[in-house]
């Protein structure tokens, strides 16, 4: 007996990945056998040229392991994949490390959960990142978390902020060099958003950068009084990373109250914006706000993707973003200056934008005491689900949420650790909410092709070099899309609504492709 558990010990540690250091990081598109950070890697182009499984043959692709994790609710997570093993987060502070070619079970972790746990500010996650033997993970009461790869134990645990005070985390952290780069919700609780650096060894804090300025400080002459004490801007989702330029790009949230405006009179600084960061430091090179003075909640929680294309004749370093409030944008990542934005779906607030990148309001949008309806709607024309870029053919693939909302105003109370939202809305009853997955030219906007969701999707994309693009939609389905037509050549019921993005590796030549369901992981190959 003593020797087999002898034996299984020291199978689990042959398992084991190697370390994963600041050099495979910075490298991680060159690994593609494996999914190191988040998005893949740090400019999140969600791309493996990975060939396997293609046009030809994706047909044939079936399920080769399913893990459950025993956790409620819906995973939200992406997982890591490195060197064999799986690391993912499950909701309400759970942690796996998976056998990544047969769906085994390595370790699990569970945080304890505040005895009141009921005023904790959301209980899923978005994953894990890793440097080292160490994953680090952000936990429901705002602490953020390193783990052992080898074992799942805690290393240690910090603090970012009072849970009982509205503030929440579900991020995916981001390593860069030796700093643990993690993000906080609660921006309809009336926080203070901010974004925080750890050293990854020790847990202690070492930089954080506030999403609202005091009056004092630039910016802070865009709140009225001292709203932006409560003006939200929450950091949930990644950001991306230039090493060359040493800048980190963070998409922040809405101001609060999120849907009343006249308490915060002004543009709302740093909300709803992307900032550009010194890494080391966190100061503010350059920031660029989508939505000033937002009233319709749409965040700019989407991804901040990195690519270097000829931009009008000539090379440049761009970040681009399709944004909730229904335009694809496209900046300079060096500057922060505007370049373009495009329509890409339903919007009736902005007639258009000025030379520096500021949009023209289409009309009075605010809320209003007999309603106002708005496009997009609350949950805004595309969310915090992945985009991808496929190099072969050049475009964007994104998923769009086609819906419409009446927003009424109505003046908030602020109560700590309370919702603070302020107006209310409602669906537009006359019609269903519906999506697209779609591919676009990044440099001119244009839609290369739709397929059209019957429902708004909550799943973004992944691209691989077989000319295909996986994507889910709310009815649980998980399909494989030609990339330059839009054909759909696969598709499988996986049992649960679809609400986070593939990913994709290789193991002992096969290539596999994981995509989580309701409470489950999936993972697919072609048969043997």
């Not at 989508?290 to 270097?308: I, V």
């Not at 696969?490 to 993005?501: E, M, N, Q």
Request: charged share 20%; glycine share 12%; proline share 5%.
């Amino acid at each position: 007996m003593k020797m087999r558990i002898v034996g299984i010990a020291l199978a689990l540690l042959l398992q084991l990945p190697g370390q994963v250091t600041y050099d495979r990081l910075v490298n991680a598109r060159k690994e593609q056998q494996n999914w190191l950070t988040y998005w893949g890697d740090y400019s999140a182009v969600r791309h493996r040229d990975l060939r396997q499984i293609n046009t030809s043959n994706v047909k044939d692709l079936r399920l080769e392991w399913m893990f459950q994790t025993g956790v409620g609710g819906t995973i939200q997570a992406v997982p890591l994949v490195v060197d064999g093993v799986m690391y993912l987060t499950g909701g309400e502070g759970t942690a796996f490390a998976i056998d990544a070619k047969t769906g085994r079970q390595l370790w699990r972790y569970k945080y304890p959960l505040p005895a009141n746990k009921e005023f904790v500010n959301g209980t899923v996650n978005r994953g894990l990142a890793i440097l080292g033997d160490r994953v680090f993970m952000a936990v429901p009461n705002a602490h953020v978390v390193a783990l052992d790869t080898r074992t799942g134990k805690l290393i240690w645990e910090a603090e970012m902020a009072d849970y009982l005070k509205g503030f929440g985390a579900t991020v995916a952290p981001l390593v860069v060099k030796d700093k643990v780069i993690v993000g906080i919700t609660g921006g309809e609780y009336g926080i203070r958003g901010f974004l925080d650096a750890y050293d990854a060894a020790t847990g202690k804090r070492v930089w954080r950068t506030y999403t609202t300025p005091t009056k004092t400080e630039p910016g802070g002459d865009t709140w009225l009084g001292d709203s932006w004490r409560r003006g939200g801007g929450g950091t949930w989702l990644t950001g991306t990373f230039d090493p060359a330029l040493n800048l980190l790009y963070w998409p922040t949230g809405n101001p609060g109250p999120g849907l009343y405006g006249k308490e915060r009179l002004g543009d709302n600084l740093y909300t709803d914006s992307v900032l550009a960061l010194d890494a080391d430091t966190g100061k503010m090179k350059w920031h660029y706000q989508f939505t000033p003075h937002d009233t319709h909640d749409w965040d700019a929680n989407e991804s901040p993707m990195l690519l270097d294309l000829d931009w009008q004749g000539k090379p440049r370093k761009l970040l681009l973003q399709a944004n909730r409030n229904g335009f694809f944008y496209v900046l300079d990542r060096t500057t922060g200056e505007f370049l373009s934005a495009k329509q890409f779906a339903r919007q009736t607030w902005a007639k258009g934008f000025d030379a520096k990148g500021k949009p023209i309001l289409n009309g009075e949008t605010e809320p209003s005491p007999d309603g106002n309806r708005q496009c997009p709607g609350l949950a805004g024309a595309t969310n915090w689900m992945a985009p991808s870029y496929n190099p072969q053919t050049g475009w964007f693939y994104f998923t769009v949420r086609e819906a419409c909302d009446v927003f009424f105003s109505s003046p908030p109370k602020y109560i700590e650790g309370k919702p603070f939202w302020g107006s209310v809305f409602r669906g537009v009853t006359e019609e269903r909410e519906w999506g697209l997955l779609k591919a676009i030219d990044p440099l001119t906007g244009e839609t290369k092709w739709d397929f059209r969701f019957d429902k708004a999707p909550w799943a973004g994309t992944l691209s691989t070099g077989g000319g295909l693009i996986f994507a889910g939609d709310e009815d649980g389905y998980f399909m494989a899309a030609d990339a330059r037509s839009g054909k759909i050549l696969w598709r499988i019921h996986t049992g649960s609504r679809l609400v986070t993005s593939a990913v994709t590796y290789t193991l002992d030549g096969r290539q596999y492709i994981t995509m989580p369901s309701g409470g489950a992981v999936m993972t697919f190959a072609l048969p043997k």
